[in-house]
């Protein structure tokens, strides 16, 4: 995926991946916090399903690249609908998919021809927004300041970290053994009709070294 960015179908820029362009977390104490309450409130506090319109800058290196996203996503039946245009409006993709697999309705062909274009956007959509609560085998492990639940996958271990006012979810990290293979960080989380939503995500890809960076713009549902 990183070989789209070098194509030049968008305008290219060397900004680099050097500062976090949100507000970071306040962090308060979480001694007298119960590990289980956590995990519950924040469950009942994510919308299950919802439509967002978001800004994504996808970086890789001193490249960067632009892109406003229409995204449709039902959490507990686990699908999604999500569209990308660049900043004139023209539209570069479209996709649909479920927790395993993934159909192109639309692609400009400079995405289809290189690599499984699809299939890797479909990926970064699910390790954003779904399995964002830990399930009941998850140990659990307390700092300071953070909540930390982990848990086994058929592949590696998920860790949950909890911590802020909200008492909200401010990080995914997998890992195989002990290498860490990505992060989602999520930040400034907004409330509306009772549920949250993040205004500000970062997904790292340790392992093919990429980056987007998402800023909510609305919430349609």
């Not at 990505?182 to 500000?200: C, F, N, Q």
Request: hydrophobic content about 40%; some cysteine; glycine content about 6%.
């Amino acid at each position: 995926m990183p070989q789209l960015i070098i194509v030049g179908l968008l305008v290219l820029s060397s900004t680099g991946c050097s500062s976090i362009p949100f507000q970071r977390v306040s962090y308060i104490p979480v001694d007298a916090i119960e590990p289980a309450a956590v995990r519950r409130e924040f469950a009942q506090s994510l919308p299950p399903q919802f439509q967002l319109v978001n800004t994504i800058v996808f970086q890789y290196g001193r490249y960067a690249i632009s892109v406003i996203g229409y995204s449709a996503v039902d959490t507990r039946q686990k699908v999604f609908t999500v569209a990308g245009l660049n900043p004139l409006g023209v539209k570069l993709f479209e996709l649909s998919g479920d927790a395993n697999d993934v159909e192109c309705r639309f692609a400009i062909e400079e995405f289809t021809r290189r690599g499984n274009f699809a299939r890797a956007v479909a990926d970064d959509i699910r390790r954003i927004y779904f399995d964002r609560v830990p399930g009941p085998e998850a140990k659990v492990y307390k700092e300071k300041y953070k909540i930390i639940f982990r848990q086994a996958t058929a592949a590696g271990v998920m860790e949950y970290v909890f911590a802020g006012i909200d008492n909200a979810l401010i990080e995914k990290r997998y890992y195989k053994g002990s290498c860490r293979v990505w992060t989602v960080s999520y930040y400034e989380y907004r409330r509306e009709k009772e549920k949250l939503y993040p205004a500000g995500i970062i997904l790292t890809h340790h392992e093919h070294q990429y980056q987007l960076v998402v800023r909510l713009k609305e919430i349609r549902s």
